[in-house]
């Protein structure tokens, strides 16, 4: 297993991901938090938009997008290593998606392979996964993506509706109101 790993780091010059331009250039467009806040136990958060996300149009430009989000997982796992942290915890904010610019089927293939690569480069990475404000439309892409999910990206996978006193709540009991964004229903920025 790690020597694949290896291989497939080695094959898709992951070491220089970091520092590429076209890749802080998309963050600009795919917007991505981290850094700023952190979990109870001090682990990075990586905050989400879906919203903010036109995956589609990305598609049609000829964006990589699939690069992009491993960037995102170097970016916060780098960041869990560096505060030698096992674990980071992800926040995604999916009011107002779209099937039609987040969930059109050159989409969901986009999403099944990052399942896929996410399960096999970076098990365990997430120890929540906390999805908030989610339409029932999005239970769709759920459905499909659920069965190539490790026992443990299940258990760590929290999806709210739009009630915000109930997903607050899991939100609250995983990340500290002073270190939680307005977007969540925090005090921070």
């Known amino acids: 297993m790690l020597e694949k790993y290896k ?9 220089q991901i ?3 331009e076209g890749m802080k ?3 600009k467009m795919y917007p991505a938090y981290f850094g700023e ?3 109870k136990k001090s682990q990075p958060v990586l905050q989400m938009v879906l919203a903010e996300w036109n995956v589609r149009k990305g598609i049609l430009a000829g964006h990589d997008l699939r690069r992009f989000v491993v960037y995102i997982w170097e970016r916060i796992s780098t960041m869990a290593y560096k505060q030698e942290c096992a674990h980071s915890v992800a926040l995604i904010d999916v009011n107002n998606y779209s099937a039609r610019e987040q969930g059109c089927l050159a989409c969901i293939s986009i999403y099944v392979d990052l399942v ?4 096999k480069y970076y ?3 997430f120890e929540h996964i906390i999805m908030v404000n989610t339409p029932r439309i999005f239970e769709n892409i759920l459905q499909i993506i659920r069965p190539i999910m490790s026992i443990y990206t ?3 996978l929290k999806v709210f509706g739009v009630n915000k ?3 607050r709540q899991e939100v609250l009991h995983v990340i500290d109101l002073n270190m939680l964004t307005r977007q969540f229903g925090g005090t921070k920025g």
Not at 7 to 15: A, F, G, K, Q, V
């Open 7 to 15: 291989i497939w780091r080695n094959e898709t010059n992951l070491d």
């Open 116 to 119: 896929n690569m996410f399960e």
């Open 18 to 20: 970091l520092d590429e």
């Open 165 to 167: 006193e109930q997903w």
């Open 25 to 27: 250039l998309l963050l």
């Open 123 to 125: 098990p365990n990475s």
């Open 154 to 156: 299940k258990k760590a």
């Open 37 to 39: 806040v952190t979990d």
